[in-house]
């Protein structure tokens, strides 16, 4: 599979659905929605970013300087957005960071490390809404109801907590296990298959497979009721 006829299809896809998104709302309200998705902004870099330099970080530590070389051992957002991946996001709920690239034979134990790096970015993303979810506690039990009714206070509150969803999404969605995500990965490496033909020819034909259930609803129909699961725990601590 070319790589351009996946680029030039996934184009297509962002912007359909976002045409659907501003039909939903930004057409009649185009104000309102602008500084909805504005908000939501702060935690998609955090996350995108974060998760892929999660990945560099674990795959550096554990002996290959292929991240490192490439300069994505930083936090800096620059190193790690794809502009393409921000537009689904942003648009469209869904969305992915440049992947951070491996030699796994520098590794040590590669498929005991292969896992660590793949599971590195979904427990980044984890740890972030755990880590805004404190902060969020704090920041209410601080101010009562005041920050979520206040100016500047409500939109910070609301920051925080889109920065809490965003990360459970980005962590449920690459979990789905479909390659290139983090959780064919996982499992690949986990029941021991990843240098197997198997692997690649599943792998040849994952990104498009992806499509197809992003297309038809399926991604939305598994992280959506993980997600909301998710966020009611987050309610009922604050």
Request: charged share 10%; with cysteine.
């Amino acid at each position: 599979m070319r790589r351009s006829n996946l680029d030039i299809t996934m184009i297509v896809i962002i912007v359909v659905l976002a045409f659907s998104s501003l039909r939903d709302g930004g057409f009649n309200d185009p104000i309102t929605w602008l500084s909805q998705k504005l908000i939501i902004l702060p935690g998609i870099v955090i996350g995108l970013s974060l998760h892929e330099f999660a990945h560099a970080v674990v795959a550096y530590k554990l002996g290959d300087p292929t991240p490192k070389m490439q300069g994505r051992v930083t936090i800096n957002p620059l190193a790690h957005i794809d502009w393409m991946g921000l537009a689904a996001l942003f648009f469209c709920g869904f969305g992915w960071g440049q992947p951070v690239q491996i030699n796994p034979f520098n590794f040590r134990h590669r498929r005991r490390d292969e896992l660590c790096v793949a599971l590195a970015g979904v427990v980044m993303n984890l740890l972030l809404a755990v880590l805004f979810t404190i902060v969020l506690k704090v920041v209410t039990m601080a101010t009562g109801n005041y920050a979520m009714t206040a100016g500047m206070g409500q939109i910070i509150w609301y920051i925080i907590y889109y920065t809490i969803q965003i990360n459970l999404v980005l962590m449920v969605f690459n979990l789905i296990p479909v390659p290139p995500l983090d959780g064919f990965n996982i499992i690949a490496q986990i029941f021991n298959f990843g240098q197997t033909e198997t692997y690649w020819n599943i792998y040849r034909y994952g990104s498009w497979i992806l499509v197809a259930i992003i297309i038809f609803g399926i991604a939305g129909m598994i992280i959506a009721p993980c997600v909301n699961a998710m966020m009611n725990v987050v309610w009922a601590i604050l």
